[in-house]
């Protein structure tokens, strides 16, 4: 039975040949696009760190992998992320506001700001769709 580092080790393998064969060469660019630090990731890829399921939940959609997919290789349930298609690029998941409706939805109480993240991403995946005339493959399907 694996124990849990080498699935720790694992996991952090896996991320970073996502990362890679996403396009994102460096380390600092899947991190901005996620919204986590550099060293951060930099311990989740060699498999020295343990994140709160929301960062792997970041990095999952920016890597364009089902939710729970980090998860699953924790428990030894998988041994790879499932094939998928890059979908949106990373800079839709950058945490930063670029217009007044962003800022808006900021401003509303009540709300994690992780909820609010979730909200703005999902305009900028929609406002993307457009600009692509429908044709984006969903990040979800594989």
């Given at each position: 039975?694996?124990t849990?580092?080498?699935?720790?080790?694992?996991l952090?393998?896996?991320i970073?040949?996502?990362?890679?064969?996403?396009g994102?060469?460096?380390?600092?660019?899947?991190?901005?696009a996620?919204?986590?630090?550099r060293?951060?990731?930099?311990?989740?890829?060699?498999?020295?760190?343990v994140?709160?399921?929301?960062?792997?939940?970041?990095?999952?959609?920016?890597?364009?992998l089902?939710?729970?997919?980090?998860?699953?290789?924790?428990?030894?349930?998988?041994?790879?992320?499932?094939?998928?298609?890059?979908?949106?690029?990373?800079?839709?998941y950058?945490?930063?506001?670029?217009?007044?409706?962003?800022?808006?939805?900021m401003?509303?109480?009540?709300?994690?700001?992780?909820?609010?993240?979730?909200?703005?991403?999902?305009?900028?995946?929609?406002a993307?769709d457009?600009t692509?005339?429908?044709q984006?493959?969903?990040?979800?399907?594989?």
């Open positions: 039975m694996e849990r580092e080498a699935r720790l080790k694992r952090g393998a896996l970073k040949r996502a990362r890679r064969e996403h994102l060469r460096r380390v600092d660019d899947l991190a901005d996620a919204g986590i630090g060293t951060t990731l930099v311990a989740i890829e060699t498999g020295r760190k994140v709160t399921p929301a960062m792997y939940n970041a990095l999952e959609l920016t890597l364009s089902p939710i729970g997919t980090m998860d699953s290789v924790l428990r030894g349930d998988i041994d790879a992320f499932p094939t998928t298609t890059p979908g949106y690029p990373p800079e839709v950058v945490k930063e506001t670029r217009d007044e409706r962003e800022q808006d939805i401003a509303v109480k009540g709300m994690s700001n992780e909820g609010k993240w979730q909200v703005i991403f999902g305009l900028r995946e929609q993307y457009k692509r005339g429908g984006n493959d969903r990040r979800h399907s594989g």
